[in-house]
């Protein structure tokens, strides 16, 4: 049978590859690199940088608080990085900053087409404008709101991909997520044993829904209908 070798490169570009280590170890993730579905690699931006300390950041011009990444060292890496992409029609430079376009399962849909994203995480104050501007093709946030740096919002933005790569989670769309008629799917509450538990002496018992016991499943689907979000 006919397998294509890697479905997704993600290249992550920061100054603390760290922060991935455990997460790429853990769970579907690790079980997709291991299927080789998906590679995960963490790129120190640091060793593009040209001088002996390993300079990587710079005061802003027009002054201000804090430090700003550098163009350079962020322009050889995915120079570096692109070279490694069998097509380049399927590959993505994302930078991650609060003023890029909000992320949803959408734009994740048409990611999890793509053989390579290159995703460049900003720290400190910012990142010098000219990587928005000529190195990223999309800029991207996970929501209103100023993280300390891109790479939470990368494993966001990893895990809704690599979710929606076929053999990721198992198989396709299974169990929890009924597909509706678009190519959306609704999330339900969800319970599991006990059907009763007891959270202590004087307090009410927490029950799970009688019908999800009833093996009544037209009453099934419509209540999981009615309480659950349809992600789109
Ligand atoms: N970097 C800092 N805050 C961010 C956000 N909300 N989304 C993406 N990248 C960020």
């Known amino acids: 049978m006919y397998r294509p070798f890697v479905f997704m490169k993600f290249d992550i570009i920061t100054i603390f590859p760290e922060i991935f280590a455990s997460w790429s170890k853990e769970s579907l993730i690790a079980r997709a690199q291991k299927k080789k579905l998906l590679k995960i690699k963490a790129h120190n931006l640091r060793k593009w940088a040209k001088d002996r300390h390993k300079t990587v950041d710079d005061r802003p011009f027009g002054g201000g608080l804090g430090m700003v990444l550098k163009v350079e060292p962020i322009f050889k890496a995915v120079q570096k990085l692109k070279g490694r992409s069998r097509t380049p029609s399927k590959r993505k430079v994302i930078l991650f900053t609060p003023r890029g376009k909000k992320f949803n399962q959408k734009m994740a849909y048409k990611f ?28 991207v946030s996970i929501g209103d709101y100023d993280l300390m740096g891109g790479e939470v919002a990368a494993m966001i933005v990893m895990e809704t991909v690599a979710r929606l790569i076929p053999g990721v989670i198992g198989k396709p769309q299974l169990l929890k997520e009924r597909i509706t008629k678009s190519r959306g799917f609704i999330e339900y509450p969800q319970y599991t044993r006990p059907e009763v538990f007891d959270p202590g002496k004087g307090k009410k018992k927490w029950r799970a829904p009688k019908v999800l016991l009833s093996g009544h499943h037209k009453k099934i689907d419509a209540r999981r209908q009615k309480l659950g979000k349809v992600i789109e």
């Open 112 to 139: 999890s087409k793509l053989e390579q994203m290159i995703l460049i995480c900003g720290r400190y104050e910012g990142v010098d404008e000219r990587v928005a501007k000529h190195i990223a093709d999309e800029k």
